[in-house]
C-alpha cells in the first residue's frame, strides 16, 4: 500500500455491514464484553478511503463521534465533500499515516481497520497492532480484516499471473499508470486461460473461475488487492501471535458462522475438541478444513476474560435481524430468498422456520427477544418453552442465518407516511452513483428508477407520491423497502 497508488486510483469505498457497531455491540457482549453502545461511543476508522462506511455510521448515530484516518489526500478531500454533502458534523475525516499519526490514548469504542492489514509492510503491520492497542478503550473492540492461508495461497497463483503482464504491458507501453498496468494484467490473465483451456486442467480452470469472478470486481479493488507492491496473507495463528504481543486477544470473528462447525461432521468435530480451550489453534483448524482465505476478525484487550460457552439466556437482551424472507414451501421445507442476493434457503418446517420466519417478517429493523417470543407463541401449541427459543435462535445465529444487534434499528419495512432515506444516500444518489447506502448499513446496487426515488425521499412527500400509479415505480419501491433504504 502507497499513498501514490492511492492517489492515481481512488479505492471505491462502500458501507461494511459486517463492521456496524450494533452487531460488533452484540457479539462482544454475548462473550462478556460490556462494550459502549452504539448510540453514544467513539468510532475509529483506519484506513477510511473516502470515509463512505463512516459517514454513514456518524449519520446513523448521530450522538457517536466518529474519526477516520487515511494515507491519500485524493480520499481525504472526497471524503470532506461527502460528510458535508450527507451534513454530518460528528465525523473527522484525517489525512496521515498511521506510523507518526496520533491516533488517540484509549478513547475509541470501536476501531474498524479493513482491507489494511494485509496490504503493508511487516513493519507497518506491527506499529498498526500498536496504535489500535493503545487506542482501544478498556471496553472497546476492534475489528481487523485480512487474507489468511491456506485459502489465499491460491489467490496468489491469480496475483504472480497479473503482476508479470502487468509489469510486461508497462515496460512496452512505457505507461505506469494503474489503469495501464490492470489493462496488461488481464490481458495475460485472458491469455493464460485461454492456453490452458484444455478438458481436466487444473490450473486453467482455476484461472477461468478467476476470470469469472472479476467480472463484476471493481476495478480499484482489483489493483490494489492483486497489483500492490504489499499483499500477504499468513496464518492465523501468525496474525494472533502478533496481536498478543500488543496486549490483543481474538474475542469472534464478525461473521459468526465462519467459527461453527456443525456442517464438518462428528470425525472433524472430535479432532477439534481435543483442543481444549485451546481457542487460536481451533480457528486455524477450521481455516484448514475449510481452505479459508478471508478472515474478518474482533480483537479485545487481553485482560477480559471471555465467556466462550455462550449461554442461550444472554440473547434475550438482544434483537435479531435476518436477510431471509420466507418465500414458499416445497415438501417438508420451508423455503427463504435473501433479499439482496435472491439465494434461496430450506430449512425443515419446524421451529428453526418459524423463527427465521417472524424474524423476516419484521425486515431490518429487528425484533426484541421478548416480541419474538410472543409472535413464535401465538403460531406454535406451548410444547415450546423460552429455553427451547433460545437454543432455536443460537443454532440459526451459528448456521448464518440470522444477525444480532445490540438495539433496534429505525427502519420501515412497509409504507407509511413520508418517505424519508438517509442524507448520504441522497447525496450518493444525487451524485449518480450506482452503489447507494440503507440504513441497514449496507451498499446497494440500484437502477436509476430506484435512485430517482431515493432521491425524492427526504421526508417531505408521501409514499403514494412516489409512486404516481407507476407499476414500475411501485416495484422500485417495494425493493427499497426490501433493502431497509426509509426511516421507521
Partial sequence: MSQSSYEDMPYATFA???????????????HGVSVASPAEASVLEIGCGTGTNLIHLAELYPKSRCVGIDISERHISEGHKIAAGSGCTNVELRCGDIRNAALGHGEFDYIICHGVFSWVAP?????????????????????LS??????????GVLRDIMQTGAAHRAVTTRDDSPENRLDGAMELLRLVAEKRSGDGDLYGGYIRQGLERFQSSHPSYLFHEYLEE??????????????????LQFLAEANPAMMSV?????????????????????????????NRMFRESMLCKSSHELKRDLKASVFTSLHFVSDLRRSGEEGNDA????????RVVRTPKDEHSVLLSIIGEVGYAGISFTDLRARFTEVVSGRYDERAIMHGLVRLWRWGLLDVALERAPIRSEVGDKARVSRLARYQASHGERSVTALQHRSCELQPVERS????????????????????NEAALRRLLALGFFYD
Fill in 16 to 30: 461494511l455491514r459486517a463492521a456496524d457497531p450494533n452487531r460488533l455491540a452484540a457479539i462482544a457482549r454475548l
Fill in 262 to 290: 456443525d456442517d464438518l461432521g462428528e470425525k472433524i468435530v472430535s479432532y477439534l475438541d481435543t483442543l481444549g480451550n485451546d481457542i487460536v489453534t481451533r480457528e486455524q483448524c477450521i481455516d484448514v478444513f475449510r
Fill in 335 to 342: 423455503m427463504f430468498t435473501e433479499v439482496v442476493t435472491d
Fill in 146 to 155: 485480512y487474507n489468511v492461508l491456506p485459502g489465499w495461497r491460491q489467490r
Fill in 453 to 472: 426515488i431515493v432521491l425524492a425521499s427526504d421526508g417531505t412527500r408521501q409514499f403514494q407520491d412516489l409512486v404516481a400509479g407507476d407499476p414500475q
Fill in 230 to 247: 504489499y499483499n500477504e496473507p499468513f496464518l492465523f495463528t501468525t496474525f494472533m501471535h502478533g496481536a498478543e504481543l500488543h496486549g
Fill in 123 to 143: 513493519s507497518v503491520r506491527h506499529e498498526l497492532l500498536s496504535a489500535i492497542s493503545s487506542s482501544l478503550s478498556d471496553n472497546g473492540v476492534a475489528f
